[in-house]
């Protein structure tokens, strides 16, 4: 069965999306390689509509890599009631049940399914007990304010699979069920 995969960047204090600069630059390069090891296990990745809006606009023409080539190849499969307004090859509504949906998209053939950005998928994925990893990119701030991913959650365990420390204190946390 295929992994649904969860990977964020987030602060100390697990805000996930503000509009400060809160990543460390030092730990650039090792975020790279992170970020390369795990997309390369992945060949479909789920977005809500605000994450797919937001880089239908940016990264068909982004230069940026290893993720450009990534994202604009990979399938796409985003949770909305409404089409978007943008065209983004490889994109592909969900018209089922999120549930169901990511239910028989775990059950084909194929590698992981990642979820990058879209908080509130990324929630109702986690509540619904659908996430099988989270690979976290957690940075040495704290941003005091912002959207979280894991807000108002039921307790849930996981086993911290691995851990690696960049120069500048990021931690890269992988985590299993």
Do not use: C
Request: charged content about 25%.
């Amino acid at each position: 069965m295929r992994k649904v995969v969860l990977y964020h960047l987030m602060s100390l204090d697990g805000v996930a999306y503000e509009d400060g600069d809160w990543l460390a630059d030092d730990d650039g390069p090792q975020l790279v390689d992170y970020l390369r090891r795990v997309i390369t296990t992945q060949d479909d990745v789920l977005l809500g509509r605000g994450t797919y809006d937001y880089w239908a606009g940016y990264w068909p023409t982004s230069d940026f890599q290893p993720f450009a080539d990534f994202i604009n190849g990979t399938r796409k499969h985003i949770v909305t009631s409404s089409a978007p307004t943008r065209e983004w090859a490889n994109s592909t509504l969900v018209t089922s049940p999120l549930r169901d949906y990511v239910t028989a998209l775990k059950q084909g053939s194929g590698g992981d399914i990642g979820i990058h950005g879209s908080i509130e998928l990324a929630r109702s994925l986690l509540q619904a007990g659908l996430v099988d990893e989270l690979r976290l990119v957690v940075a040495p701030a704290v941003a005091g304010h912002g959207r979280r991913v894991f807000e108002g959650d039921d307790v849930q365990s996981w086993k911290l699979l691995d851990l690696e420390r960049g120069k500048n204190g990021t931690l890269f946390l992988d985590y299993g069920r």
